[in-house]
């Protein structure tokens, strides 16, 4: 369906298509030099001593849960609250994943459950950076230090973000981020893993590429989970512009927030920025007052050429995890209400006023 509005849409100008065309011309096409000169440039942006590119951001998520040796005898913390790869990369090694409730205003994962959940089998921890927003990262650290669990950050929704002062993806063992075109930067498909462990590094490198430390001869067990130059040119020139692309995000952002608390007679509440959080907006959820109310306005949205979505419905009701596990309604309360009343609205960095005003408009008329 074409949108009049659309929910996100990639920033892309002529820049990009010069940077694309180069590596073409080059003909190296796979993984190469831009390859590596976009591990640098996005080490050195986040702030840690390796980045290491990776064909999406699952890629990136599976790899860390390898790396730092996940099997089938541990368990691994993660929010239900997000995407399902979050999960899914702790099935691919075999283990369990097991779920913590969010904390209502921020819809981060709550560091206050994760004790409840630790026991002998716990691994690791996957904190998500919900929608741009980065979780109270020294709580969890703390926590995780004390039951000796590694730290893993999913960031696959908030390149850029800071949290006091230091961004997303230095701020644990591993950082994954994505680059898929809802991103606020983007490869097409593409992913990042960053570290400052040298050892967990190497693994990840070795792993990325079928587990060869030279050519034809492999020493690990790997995957195919290259990114190719073509994906990193136009990553090294989204990159330049990320910080600008934020900025923009973040006054739109600004523009919704501003006139919701208008109208509507406060029925649609706008997302929570902690004090300890710089927002990307790398998606802009909104909080209706009941799931009534939310599929109303999501309906006339649809209607009206408005693409909205539910980011996100819970992983532990998703048919295979019901099927795996037996979980069912209840097991998370606060995921589950929230799932149940949140839409998140047309946000993108060349967003029109005009736009954001249309979209307004469906809401005041839908629940005014």
């Keep these: ?23 073409l011309r080059e003909k190296r096409l796979s993984q190469g030099k831009y390859v590596e000169k976009f591990e640098k440039e996005f080490a050195k942006y986040v702030g840690v001593k390796h980045a290491i590119a990776v064909s999406n951001g699952t890629a990136a998520l599976h790899l860390a849960v390898a790396a730092i040796g996940v099997g089938p005898s541990d368990e691994v913390l993660v929010p239900s609250f997000s995407f399902i790869a979050t999960a899914n990369c702790v099935l691919y090694q075999g283990a369990k994943p097991v779920f913590i409730d969010i904390d209502p205003l921020t819809y981060n994962i709550n560091p206050s459950n ?10 690791a921890i996957i904190p998500v950076h919900y929608a741009g927003q980065p979780c109270d990262m020294d709580v969890i650290n703390e926590v995780a230090t ?5 730290v893993i950050e999913d960031a696959a929704e908030a390149h850029g973000a800071l949290y006091k002062g230091r961004k997303v993806g230095s701020l644990g063992h591993i950082g994954c981020f994505s680059f898929y075109p809802n991103k606020n930067m983007t490869t097409g498909e593409g992913g990042m893993v960053t570290t400052d462990d040298d050892q967990i590094a190497e693994k990840v490198r070795l792993m990325r590429s079928h587990g060869q430390d030279h050519r034809y001869h492999h020493i ?80 006339r949205f649809a209607e009206s050429g408005v693409e909205a979505s539910i980011h996100f419905p819970p992983i532990h009701l998703q048919p295979l995890y019901r099927r795996l596990f037996d979980y069912s309604e209840g097991y998370l309360p606060i995921t589950e209400k929230v ?7 047309p946000l993108y960095p060349h967003i ?7 979209v307004l408009k469906i809401i005041q008329e839908t629940l005014g």
Excluded at 238 to 243: I, S, T
């Design 1 to 23: 369906m074409n949108y009049r509005v659309p929910l996100s849409e990639p920033y892309i100008d002529e820049e990009d298509m010069h940077s694309i065309e180069r590596a």
């Design 114 to 123: 994760m004790g409840k959940k630790v026991n002998k089998r716990s691994k």
């Design 146 to 150: 004390g039951f000796k669990l590694y």
């Design 220 to 299: 690990v067990l790997g995957y195919n989970y290259r990114m190719t130059d073509i994906q990193a040119a136009l990553g090294l020139t989204q990159l330049k512009r990320l910080d600008w692309i934020i900025k923009r995000k973040a006054k739109a952002a600004e523009y919704y927030a501003e006139h919701l608390s208008e109208l509507a007679n406060g029925k649609v509440g706008s997302p929570h920025v902690a004090p300890y959080a710089t927002h990307t907006y790398m998606l802009y959820p909104v909080r209706f007052q009941s799931k009534c109310e939310r599929d109303l306005t999501s309906r």
């Design 339 to 345: 799932a149940e009343t949140i839409l998140s609205l």
């Design 352 to 358: 029109t006023q005009e736009d954001q005003d249309y």
